[in-house]
């Protein structure tokens, strides 16, 4: 069955959708993030959206989930590349996923995880090695 | 006000509602819809095909390009044999709660189009039409 | 326009008239006939033009003092066909379907010019051949009114296009303004969002500042379209300031009880930018010429 890459970089997992998703590949790869998440024990995830010219509900809530999972697994998740149409119809869809952050950008998204992830280390302050 | 074009899909399966959404794009960039309105009226599309798959137990699409006078347009009909919907007024309520949501995606996908218009009897079927204009 | 040679105009033109008085009610009734069954218009307003127009067209033969349908005696006549191809425009008849109006009475002209008792056969065809320049520019017209319609709606729509223009400045690096001016309707926060977003993806953006001084009213509707636009900002990556409160704004808003979230407020777009910069990591220092960079108050980086 086909699945969605999740690649790693250092302490980061980075996700790109290319394909239209039917449900069941969405619910495939919130399985697969977060079970690589634990295997890697990763700091952060950055979701690349900017292929997909639709979001629906469904693959909203996906988005939401991997951010909600991901934090209680104690990894920051970014959103990038939302396209123009797909923030407005998502807005008027009545969807503003408030606990997703976002970037516009591959490289921006990867600033932002280096920086909380920087956060977390100098808070972390000896008591776990970084 | 005449259709100039139909066709009529079937919408059974997870594959389906992918291959719904193709479709409707297609037909959206034909009818002359810009970006935004095209990706709207295709997410409504998503979320309607969703819901007859997973509650209405499979149906049909029906895709009209319609002509009124200057103006084209690209109307949706969703039909389904299914259980139907005994409160719509209720069920076009259902927002999307954070995550835990069973909306029907009846409301958001009424906000993404011109005209919409629903019909369900209990025990009978659901049949949504959606039509967004030039 | 299409013009009939001279040579023929007082002759055919004079016979055509002679035919159109003589048997103005066949004519009328066989017209009508032919056009019944193309397209659902209600007979007796199909009946009213029909007759109408037949009795505009005498005139205009007659007091027609050039070959063309540019002279002053047809005015009447084009009048009634502009009027009739707007009309028809707005019940959705194509400009084809329209300019069949006039084509469709060449049939029954044609066969009362056969009848009119004419033995040589080059008259008969010249007069259908008159007929024929006659009815075609005539029926031409119809479409020039049509596309003349159209362009005046494509020009009143750039207006408003120009008019709804969102200009998006860019203040610094990263930060852009949107200063909204009029009234923020659903149709307009639509142009605005999809203008801003496009505006923060070409120029990299992570804040946008969006000053309503020149927005008159506040209602929870337009507070509505604000939150829209700053949330889908935000779903790019963008984080918006919303600058020009007035005094009479913040007291609408929180009379209203809008709820504009963590959303940053700020009276002026200057204390706006200041806030920008600052959260995008710079700061301003004062320098003064011939003193050297000076910093003034700020806080050290």
């Given at each position: 069955?086909?699945?969605?890459?999740?690649?790693?970089?250092?302490?980061?997992?980075?996700?790109?959708?290319?394909?239209?998703?039917?449900?069941?590949?969405?619910?495939?790869?919130?399985?697969?993030?977060?079970?690589?998440?634990?295997?890697?024990?990763?700091?952060?995830?950055?979701?690349?959206?900017?292929?997909?010219?639709?979001?629906?509900?469904?693959?909203?809530?996906?988005?939401?989930?991997?951010?909600?999972?991901?934090?209680?697994?104690?990894?920051?998740?970014?959103?990038?590349?939302?396209?123009?149409?797909?923030?407005?119809?998502?807005?008027?869809?009545?969807?503003?996923?408030?606990?997703?952050?976002?970037?516009?950008?591959?490289?921006?998204?990867?600033?932002?995880?280096?920086?909380?992830?920087?956060?977390?280390?100098?808070?972390?302050?000896?008591?776990?090695?970084? | 006000?005449?259709?100039?074009?139909?066709?009529?899909?079937?919408?059974?399966?997870?594959?389906?509602?992918?291959?719904?959404?193709?479709?409707?794009?297609?037909?959206?960039?034909?009818?002359?819809?810009?970006?935004?309105?095209?990706?709207?009226?295709?997410?409504?599309?998503?979320?309607?095909?969703?819901?007859?798959?997973?509650?209405?137990?499979?149906?049909?699409?029906?895709?009209?390009?319609l002509q009124e006078g200057a103006r084209s347009g690209l109307?949706?009909?969703?039909?389904?044999?299914?259980?139907?919907?005994?409160?719509?007024?209720?069920?076009?309520?259902?927002?999307?709660?954070?995550?835990?949501?069973?909306?029907?995606?009846?409301?958001?996908?009424?906000?993404?189009?011109?005209?919409?218009?629903?019909?369900?009897?209990?025990?009978?079927?659901?049949?949504?039409?959606?039509?967004?204009?030039? | 326009?299409?013009?009939?040679?001279?040579?023929?105009?007082?002759?055919?033109?004079?016979?055509?008239?002679?035919?159109?008085?003589?048997?103005?009610?066949?004519?009328?009734?066989?017209?009508?006939?032919?056009?019944?069954?193309?397209?659902?218009?209600?007979?007796?307003?199909?009946?009213?033009?029909?007759?109408?127009?037949?009795?505009?067209?005498?005139?205009?033969l007659q007091n027609a003092h050039d070959p063309s349908i540019?002279?002053?005696?047809?005015?009447?006549?084009?009048?009634?066909?502009?009027?009739?191809?707007?009309?028809?425009?707005?019940?959705?008849?194509?400009?084809?379907?329209?300019?069949?109006?006039?084509?469709?009475?060449?049939?029954?002209?044609?066969?009362?010019?056969?009848?009119?008792?004419?033995?040589?056969?080059?008259?008969?065809?010249?007069?259908?051949?008159?007929?024929?320049?006659?009815?075609?520019?005539?029926?031409?017209?119809?479409?020039?009114?049509?596309?003349?319609?159209?362009?005046?709606?494509?020009?009143?729509?750039?207006?408003?296009?120009?008019?709804?223009?969102?200009?998006?400045?860019?203040?610094?690096?990263?930060?852009?303004?949107?200063?909204?001016?009029?009234?923020?309707?659903?149709?307009?926060?639509?142009?605005?969002?999809?203008?801003?977003?496009?505006?923060?993806?070409?120029?990299?953006?992570?804040?946008?500042?969006?000053?309503?001084?020149?927005?008159?009213?506040?209602?929870?509707?337009?507070?509505?379209?604000?939150?829209?636009?700053?949330?889908?900002?935000?779903?790019?990556?963008?984080?918006?300031?919303?600058?020009?409160?007035?005094?009479?704004?913040?007291?609408?808003?929180?009379?209203?009880?809008?709820?504009?979230?963590?959303?940053?407020?700020?009276?002026?777009?200057?204390?706006?930018?200041?806030?920008?910069?600052?959260?995008?990591?710079?700061?301003?220092?004062?320098?003064?010429?011939?003193?050297?960079?000076?910093?003034?108050?700020?806080?050290?980086?």
């Open positions: 069955m086909e699945r969605i890459p999740i690649l790693r970089m250092g302490s980061f997992l980075l996700v790109t959708i290319q394909v239209d998703m039917h449900d069941r590949l969405a619910m495939t790869l919130q399985d697969d993030l977060t079970r690589r998440i634990v295997e890697v024990n990763a700091k952060g995830v950055l979701l690349d959206i900017s292929s997909l010219d639709m979001v629906d509900s469904f693959i909203g809530r996906m988005i939401s989930n991997i951010a909600a999972m991901s934090r209680v697994l104690d990894a920051e998740t970014v959103v990038v590349g939302m396209q123009p149409a797909v923030a407005i119809t998502l807005v008027e869809l009545g969807l503003s996923l408030p606990n997703v952050r976002t970037a516009l950008n591959v490289e921006r998204g990867m600033e932002l995880l280096r920086a909380a992830a920087q956060l977390v280390a100098e808070g972390a302050d000896g008591r776990d090695s970084p | 006000m005449a259709a100039i074009r139909h066709e009529v899909i079937g919408v059974r399966t997870e594959s389906d509602i992918v291959q719904v959404r193709q479709v409707v794009r297609q037909w959206a960039v034909q009818v002359g819809l810009g970006l935004v309105d095209q990706t709207k009226i295709v997410t409504a599309a998503s979320e309607l095909a969703r819901n007859t798959v997973a509650y209405g137990g499979g149906g049909t699409l029906c895709l009209e390009a109307r949706l009909t969703f039909e389904d044999r299914g259980p139907g919907i005994a409160d719509v007024a209720k069920a076009m309520t259902d927002g999307y709660t954070s995550g835990t949501g069973m909306g029907l995606g009846l409301g958001g996908s009424k906000r993404l189009v011109n005209e919409f218009d629903i019909w369900s009897r209990p025990g009978e079927g659901t049949r949504v039409t959606v039509t967004r204009w030039r | 326009m299409t013009a009939y040679s001279a040579a023929h105009t007082t002759s055919a033109g004079k016979r055509l008239v002679d035919i159109l008085r003589a048997h103005h009610s066949d004519i009328l009734r066989d017209w009508i006939e032919v056009q019944i069954g193309r397209r659902s218009l209600p007979a007796s307003e199909l009946r009213a033009q029909c007759e109408e127009f037949l009795t505009l067209l005498v005139p205009a540019d002279g002053v005696s047809w005015q009447p006549a084009k009048e009634f066909l502009s009027n009739l191809s707007a009309v028809r425009a707005q019940q959705g008849f194509s400009p084809s379907e329209t300019a069949t109006f006039v084509f469709s009475l060449k049939q029954s002209i044609f066969q009362r010019i056969r009848d009119a008792g004419m033995t040589d056969a080059a008259s008969i065809a010249d007069d259908m051949w008159a007929a024929t320049l006659l009815f075609d520019a005539l029926g031409l017209y119809t479409t020039e009114v049509y596309q003349r319609g159209r362009e005046q709606v494509i020009m009143r729509q750039q207006q408003d296009m120009l008019e709804l223009s969102t200009p998006v400045v860019t203040l610094w690096d990263g930060v852009v303004a949107l200063p909204l001016i009029g009234t923020l309707d659903s149709a307009r926060t639509q142009v605005v969002m999809e203008t801003l977003l496009h505006r923060i993806v070409e120029t990299g953006a992570t804040i946008a500042v969006i000053d309503i001084t020149g927005v008159p009213t506040v209602d929870t509707l337009t507070a509505q379209h604000l939150l829209k636009t700053v949330t889908a900002a935000r779903l790019m990556g963008a984080e918006c300031i919303i600058s020009g409160i007035r005094p009479q704004i913040a007291q609408t808003i929180v009379h209203l009880g809008v709820d504009l979230g963590d959303i940053t407020t700020k009276s002026t777009l200057a204390d706006a930018f200041r806030v920008a910069l600052s959260r995008t990591g710079r700061t301003v220092t004062r320098t003064f010429a011939g003193a050297g960079p000076q910093r003034n108050g700020e806080r050290p980086s």
